[in-house]
Antibody, heavy 117, light 107 residues
Framework: EVQLVESGGGLVQPGGSLRLSCPAS????????MSWVRQAPGKGLEWVAN????????HYVDSVKGRFTISRDNAKNSLYLQMNSLSAEDTAMYYC??????????WGQGTLVTVSS | DIQMTQSPSTLSASVGDRVTITCRAS??????LAWYQQKPGKAPKLLIY???SLESGVPSRFSGSGSGTEFTLTISSLQPDDFATYYC?????????FGQGTKVEMK
């Protein structure tokens, strides 16, 4: 069974940083693209970033380029999202997901990031 | 950038109803279209991929159709477990774009 468990969310001040983690199990992590998707409170889904199996190819939504960095550690079966220069617009539930045929077929339960002073 | 527009935003229906949700792309996306179901407080669940392929384990009352710029998700006979929000998604190697969602609520 695929398991993805996000952690690292919390309350952070505007301009601050946060690092999300997503350890994975139940599948061969090093063979899959992985993704982060977020959802602001009461709003729809927004794709954030994808990363290829060896970490050499990364893609981001324009609104986070230069501020967020997706990475992975295949030895630890873990996905990460380093978030810098956070603003209120980044407040959301952040989900990590396994990518299959260029879409997300398995999701974690999410971790909530709140940016507020 | 490709924009995805769903309609309606909210749909009121009863158990047993046939329900159709539409998703339009701002330019042709071939069949690179998925549908997800999301319930409050839960992660989305993949229902349909490649516009019309049913994900394993998803009930056959769900179906998808379309290609190019216009797509539909149909629930042939709405069940109590189907009241939820549905999202379409364009996907490719480089980016994903979601529709704004359609909430299916009880009439």
């Amino acid at each position: 069974e695929v398991q993805l468990v996000e952690s690292g969310g919390g309350l952070v001040q505007p301009g601050g940083s946060l690092r999300l983690s997503c350890p994975a199990s139940g599948f061969l992590f090093s063979s899959y693209w992985m993704s982060w998707v977020r959802q602001a409170p009461g709003k729809g889904l927004e794709w954030v970033a994808n990363i290829n199996p060896d970490g050499s190819e990364k893609h981001y939504v324009d609104s986070v380029k230069g501020r967020f960095t997706i990475s992975r550690d295949n030895a630890k079966n873990s996905l990460y999202l380093q978030m810098n220069s956070l603003s209120a617009e980044d407040t959301a539930m952040y989900y990590c997901g396994r990518v299959w045929q260029w879409l997300c077929d398995s999701w974690g339960q999410g971790t909530l990031v709140t940016v507020s002073s | 950038d490709i924009q995805m527009t769903q309609s309606p935003s909210t749909l009121s229906a009863s158990v047993g109803d046939r329900v159709t949700i539409t998703c339009r792309a701002s330019q042709s996306i071939s069949s690179w279209l998925a549908w997800y179901q999301q319930k409050p407080g839960k992660a989305p669940k993949l229902l349909i991929y490649q516009a019309s392929s049913l994900e394993s384990g998803v009930p056959s009352r769900f179906s998808g159709s379309g290609s190019g710029t216009e797509f539909t998700l149909t629930i042939s006979s709405l069940q109590p477990d189907d009241f939820a929000t549905y999202y379409c998604q364009h996907y490719d190697r480089y980016s994903w774009t979601f529709g704004q969602g359609t909430k299916v609520e009880m009439k």
